[in-house]
């Protein structure tokens, strides 16, 4: 999984939406400012860089060093950015939460609960932030993927993950023993363009730069063509809800 995203970090760190403040807000409250949070999967800090004035530390952990490297640029002083994956729980610095953005469905989800059974203190929560079970994708989604599926390019499925099970995060929580679930909403308005909607590709593992290759500048081409034939109109408006899902232990 290491180069999953490889050269993907600038685009990962600039054209992926943020959570939104309310989203933050709602971490924030529920973590404590006394609290040292993992942010499991942290990519470039999406989540890192904004809780961590919130909190005392912020651990985020990726296993990929373009990603780390795009996260420390912000120079946020209580953050330790660590090179490591899933697999690695055990050998992290204590901590007493954890936070997961758009990380949680790549991994092997029972095993990586079974670790934080045994790894978070009395009274620790897991968190997971993102968009909405019921959530629509974006109406140029098709586009980019038939674009995708004309260059060949599919997704990767990591065991135990959402792509090779298909079972969703609520459902392997409610197996496990962080099922007390507790849903946060908040919505925004986001203003998605041409050069957005390509720049948001690149930063997918589906179509990172390191993947693409040689055939990058083609491929690009015809997502642009594709994409402003589909909407000539060059911006668009589109609704986005995010969902800050907070797992408890059952037995707390």
Known sequence: MEHLFGGAAPYYARYRLSHGDAAIAHLA??????????????GPGTIAVPLACHVARVLAADPDEE?????????????????????????LPPFDHVVMGRSFHWMDRLAVLADLDDLLPPGGVIALVGPTREAHHQEWHPVAQRVCEEFGLTRHQARGSYQDTGLHHDDVLETSPFARL????????VVWDVDSVIGYQLSLSISTPARLGERREEFLTALRRAVEQAHPEGTWSVPYTTEVLVARRTQE
């Open 182 to 189: 507790e849903r946060v909403t908040s919505e925004r308005t």
């Open 67 to 91: 990603m780390l490297q795009e996260g420390a640029k912000a120079g946020v002083a209580n953050i330790r950015w660590i090179k490591a994956d899933s697999t690695m729980l055990r050998q």
């Open 29 to 42: 409250r529920t973590f404590g400012p006394a609290a040292t949070v993992l942010d499991l999967g942290s």
